[in-house]
């Protein structure tokens, strides 16, 4: 089984299972086009976020990690009319690709792109929490920091999804000594270690490769 061969299903799925859509498409040729990395999530994973939030009924969402904002959308899209979202970017050229992504959806007054270090910028989101799903997707070495702040932003029943958290396999290899890998298992290791959390880890291929998802429930 090739990459080649999960593009070509995942094209098929996003095909037959996904409405065609005018502003995500252009948010991608705009990534693109301004220079971004072609790294944010498919179409079919940014649908899966959208209907976790949609089945979580989620009215606050924070977003760590808004790269050209493509995520943001597909999340903000599952807020009621009254929802808000905060998004948190450190590269101040990303945000402004995000904001303008935000603006042509129609989404400005629903998503906030937040500028600074995600360990910075979630110090100061105690006004806006607590929030009822937290999507963790930037530099994946910080991610132990940016667990222990998204459990202080939330509240029982806040969904915390964090991706990447397989990386071709190289999660379950002890000795790989990568910050970005070990920056996961140790997020792994603290989701396993809180009594408060009740999670899971999904493996998927796709058109982004061989990487994964984890999935946790804020219980009490
Ligand atoms: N969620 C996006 C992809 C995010 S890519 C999507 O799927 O569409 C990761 C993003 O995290 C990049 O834009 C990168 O600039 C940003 N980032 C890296 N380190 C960061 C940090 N310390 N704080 C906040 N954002 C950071
Ligand atoms: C990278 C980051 C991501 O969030 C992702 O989904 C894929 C790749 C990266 O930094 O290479
Ligand atoms: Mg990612």
């Given at each position: 089984?090739?990459?080649?061969?999960?593009?070509?299903?995942?094209?098929y799925?996003?095909?037959?299972?996904?409405?065609?859509?005018?502003?995500?498409?252009?948010?991608l040729?705009?990534?693109?086009?301004?220079?971004?990395?072609?790294?944010?999530?498919?179409?079919?994973?940014?649908?899966?976020?959208?209907?976790?939030?949609?089945?979580r009924?989620?009215?606050?969402?924070?977003?760590?990690?808004?790269?050209?904002?493509?995520s943001?959308?597909?999340?903000?899209?599952?807020?009621?009319?009254?929802?808000t979202?905060?998004?948190?970017e450190?590269?101040?050229?990303?945000?402004?690709?995000?904001?303008?992504?935000?603006?042509?959806?129609g989404?400005?007054?629903?998503?906030?792109?937040?500028?600074?270090?995600a360990?910075?910028?979630?110090?100061?989101?105690?006004?806006?929490?607590?929030?009822?799903?937290?999507?963790?997707?930037?530099d994946?070495s910080?991610?132990?920091?940016?667990?222990?702040?998204?459990?202080?932003?939330?509240?029982?029943?806040?969904?915390?999804?964090?991706?990447?958290?397989?990386?071709?396999?190289?999660?379950s290899?002890t000795?790989?000594?990568?910050?970005?890998?070990?920056?996961?298992?140790?997020?792994?290791e603290m989701?396993?270690?809180?009594?408060?959390?009740?999670?899971?880890?999904?493996?998927?291929?796709?058109?982004?490769?061989?990487?994964?998802?984890?999935?946790?429930l804020?219980?009490?």
């Amino acid at each position: 089984m090739t990459r080649e061969r999960w593009t070509e299903v995942d094209d098929y799925l996003t095909d037959l299972l996904l409405p065609e859509d005018a502003a995500l498409d252009q948010a991608l040729a705009e990534s693109h086009a301004a220079g971004l990395p072609a790294i944010a999530v498919s179409a079919p994973q940014g649908r899966l976020l959208h209907l976790l939030a949609r089945m979580r009924g989620a009215r606050r969402i924070l977003e760590v990690g808004t790269l050209g904002g493509y995520s943001t959308i597909w999340l903000a899209r599952a807020l009621p009319p009254d929802g808000t979202l905060v998004t948190l970017e450190a590269d101040a050229h990303h945000a402004q690709v995000a904001r303008d992504n935000l603006a042509r959806a129609g989404l400005s007054g629903v998503a906030e792109v937040v500028l600074g270090p995600a360990a910075d910028t979630m110090a100061s989101l105690p006004r806006e929490a607590p929030f009822d799903l937290i999507f963790i997707d930037a530099d994946k070495s910080g991610y132990p920091d940016y667990l222990r702040a998204a459990v202080e932003l939330s509240r029982t029943g806040t969904v915390i999804v964090a991706d990447n958290v397989v990386r071709n396999g190289a999660v379950s290899d002890t000795d790989n000594d990568d910050p970005a890998v070990q920056g996961v298992r140790r997020y792994l290791e603290m989701v396993a270690a809180d009594p408060r959390l009740e999670a899971t880890a999904i493996q998927t291929v796709g058109a982004k490769g061989y990487d994964g998802f984890a999935l946790a429930l804020v219980t009490t």
